[in-house]
C-alpha cells in the first residue's frame, strides 16, 4: 500500500485528485481534450488506470471537472478585479480589462482545449451554472446602471469581447485591443 504522505485521509484524496486534475491539464494543453483519457492521464500521474477510477467515473468526468475547476478559477479571477470597485461603470470596466487580460496571458488556453470536448450531459447544468458565474458581475453592473435589457447588453459585451480574443489570439496588440474593447463598451453603454 502506497504511503500517505499528509496528515489526513481525506487530505491526501484532496492532493491525489488535484495531481489527476494537473495531470488532464497539462494531456490537454499539449494535445488537446480528445486526449485526454484515464490511460493517459493515469500514465502521466504514475498511477494505475484503476486508481483514476477511485476519482473519476470516466474520462469525460475528469475533463467535466477540469473545465469546472478552470471556470470556477476565471469566475473568481473576475471576482476579484471588480471587488474593489464602487461604481457601476467601473465594475463593468474592470470586468471587460481582466476578461481579455486573461486571454492575452494566455490562461484561458486550457478552456480553449477542452471546448470541442463532448462533456457528460448530467453535468449540463454544473457547467452551466459556472458560465454564468462568469458573467455574474458584469449583470450585477448592468443592473446597478439601470439597464434594462441585460440580456442584450450582456450579449454586446459578448459579442465585442469575443471579437477581440480572436484579435488577440492572432497576434495584434493586446494592450490596444483590451483598451478599444473597453472603451468601445463602456461608450455603448452610456450611450443607452
Known amino acids: 500500500m502506497p504511503r500517505i504522505e499528509t ?4 487530505q491526501h ?4 485528485r488535484n495531481q489527476l ?6 494531456i490537454a494543453l499539449e494535445s488537446g481534450g480528445a486526449a485526454v483519457t ?6 502521466r500521474a504514475g498511477l494505475s488506470r484503476t486508481s483514476v477510477y477511485e476519482y ?17 478559477n476565471f469566475a473568481q479571477y ?20 481582466s476578461a481579455l487580460t486573461y486571454i492575452a496571458d494566455g ?37 446597478a446602471m439601470g439597464v434594462k435589457d441585460t440580456q442584450r447588453a450582456l450579449l454586446f459585451i459578448q459579442a465585442i469581447t469575443d471579437a477581440s480574443t480572436k484579435r488577440i489570439e492572432a497576434g495584434h496588440d493586446a494592450e490596444a ?15 443607452i
Open 7 to 10: 496528515e489526513t485521509l481525506a
Open 13 to 16: 484524496r484532496d492532493w491525489r
Open 21 to 26: 486534475i494537473e495531470a488532464a491539464a497539462s
Open 38 to 43: 484515464v490511460a493517459a492521464v493515469a500514465q
Open 56 to 72: 473519476f467515473g470516466s474520462s469525460a468526468d475528469l475533463i467535466a471537472d477540469l473545465v469546472l475547476e478552470e471556470l470556477n
Open 78 to 97: 473576475l471576482q476579484e478585479a471588480v471587488a474593489d470597485t464602487d461604481q457601476p461603470l467601473s465594475s463593468i470596466e474592470a470586468w471587460i480589462q
Open 107 to 143: 490562461r484561458h488556453l486550457l478552456a480553449k482545449a477542452l471546448n470541442a470536448t463532448s462533456l457528460p450531459q448530467e453535468r449540463a447544468a454544473a457547467i452551466g451554472s459556472a458560465h454564468r458565474g462568469l458573467l455574474a458581475p458584469l449583470v450585477s453592473g448592468l443592473s
Open 177 to 191: 485591443e483590451i483598451k478599444s474593447a473597453t472603451a468601445f463598451c463602456i461608450a455603448g453603454l452610456t450611450s
